[in-house]
């Protein structure tokens, strides 16, 4: 079954987050954009590329009204030790939540039961709590944040313009779809 257009379901965690341990749930969700940007395990080697990339870009997802909350199976006390042992990780300025009781990667079907570990699943989620965008990719493959960006400009652009689709590879400004009977086969 897929989760897009479904309601995040309740959760509760424990985030690292600007040095602090802080309580997040999904009801910090209502209102505004989110992503939720599972990843394997803190202290690996692809991880932290992808961390680094989307804190190299979170000024840009703040402009968009976007919070990112990374997650992991990992504790919020590991999260912090990362954080204060890695460059790239200290860099971070969103939550890094924890999921060591495995629920939030259950919700959103990420989990690798056998393993403990959460899949590299990336989700949009909009002010209603609703899923509007997913991605999960194999471990060894590293996400892209400069694209999720652009993906997440769509969400927000069709959300604002409901007569209207997005095209492959549409950046904000260009042209839109207005979907009718008279673009059928014209296309």
Known sequence: ?????????????????????????????????SIFFFYPADFTFVCPTELGDLADNYEEFKKLGVEIYSV?????????????????????????????TLQISRNFEVLIEDAGLAER???????????????????????????????????????????EVCPAKWKEGEETLAPSLDLVGKI
């Open 121 to 163: 699943g990336t989700f949009v989620v909009d002010p209603d709590g609703k899923i509007q965008i997913v991605e999960i990719n194999a471990g060894n493959i590293g996400r892209n944040a400069e694209e999720l960006l652009r993906k997440v400009k769509a969400a927000q652009y069709v959300r604002n313009n409901p007569n």
């Open 1 to 33: 079954m897929s989760l897009i257009n479904t309601e995040v379901k309740p959760f509760k965690a424990t985030a690292y987050h600007n040095g602090e341990f802080i309580d997040v749930s999904d009801a910090d969700l209502k209102g505004q954009w």
């Open 72 to 100: 992991s199976t990992d504790t919020h006390f590991t999260h912090k030790a990362w954080h204060d042992s890695s460059e790239t990780i200290g860099k971070l300025q969103y939550p890094m939540l924890a999921d060591p």
